[in-house]
């Protein structure tokens, strides 16, 4: 069973700055891609920024600047590195993991989601 456990997040003032990280765990050949996701009040689930196993990123526009995501590969760890927030940042920051689990090319793959963090911006 593939575990996904985010941590980092909390309150913080406007313009101020949190660090999540999300460890993933498991029976795990390879993890293709790690990405955050976040959902606010109201709001559909959407995507934050996502790092593939190469190292290439994709940002939402609304964080393009802001937001720094990178990975720990040995460590199968991700981390969101939140500059300049935002009262709209304000969601809840889900983890997200795929990759394969065995290694086969058509072996079982996975696609977990952590249980999210709250981050909250105050104005």
């Known amino acids: 069973q593939v575990q996904v456990v985010e941590s980092g997040g909390g309150l913080v003032q406007a313009g101020g700055s949190l660090r999540l990280s999300c460890a993933v765990s498991?029976?795990?050949?390879?993890?293709?891609?790690m990405g955050w996701y976040r959902q606010a009040p109201g709001k559909q689930r959407e995507l934050v920024a996502i790092i593939t196993s190469e190292g290439s990123t994709n940002y939402a526009d609304s964080v393009k600047g802001r937001f720094t995501i990178s990975r720990d590969n040995l460590k199968n760890t991700v981390f969101l590195q939140m500059n300049s927030l935002k009262p709209e940042d304000t969601a809840v920051y889900y983890c997200?993991?795929?990759?394969?689990?065995?290694?086969?090319?058509?072996?079982?793959?996975?696609?977990?989601w952590g249980q999210g963090t709250q981050v909250t911006v105050s104005s």
């Open positions: 997200n993991a795929q990759g394969r689990l065995d290694p086969i090319i058509l072996g079982r793959q996975f696609n977990s």
């Open positions: 498991g029976s795990i050949f390879n993890i293709n891609a």
